[in-house]
Nanobody, 125 residues
Framework: QVRLVESGGGLVQPGESLRLSCAAS????????FAWYRQAPGKQRELVAR??????????DYADSVKGRFTISRDNAKNTVYLQMSSLKPEDTADYYC????????????????WGQGTQVTVSA
């Protein structure tokens, strides 16, 4: 089993920054994909950013609405993903969820997906 703990949400003014963190713990051999999603009131959950391990490096993907403002990164030693959010806008207001794809054991290729509990981000003047 894997536990995810998210932190870093809060209330900020437009133009300010926040950094979200999501730490995974439990039975983990490797984490191939970390992602952040968000869900605003009355809207569907949407992908914000994703970071995928590829060989010796990583690749990242961003929603068009956050490109150039948000940066996703990971610390493999800590099984933690970060989302640095800058130049925040009121439309970034949402609950943010981390999503991880975990391979639990070297003896099995099975990958399971886990979700964090969500952290609220509110951008308002």
């Amino acid at each position: 089993q894997v536990r995810l703990v998210e932190s870093g949400g809060g209330l900020v003014q437009p133009g300010e920054s926040l950094r979200l963190s999501c730490a995974a713990s439990g039975t983990i051999f490797s984490i191939n994909v970390f992602a952040w999603y968000r869900q605003a009131p009355g809207k569907q959950r949407e992908l914000v950013a994703r970071i995928t391990s590829r060989g010796s490096g990583v690749s990242t993907d961003y929603a068009d609405s956050v490109k150039g403002r948000f940066t996703i990164s990971r610390d493999n030693a800590k099984n933690t993903v970060y989302l640095q959010m800058s130049s925040l806008k009121p439309e970034d207001t949402a609950d943010y969820y981390c999503d991880v794809q975990v391979r639990a054991r070297v003896t099995s290729p099975e990958v399971k997906t886990y979700w964090g509990q969500g952290t609220q981000v509110t951008v308002s003047a």
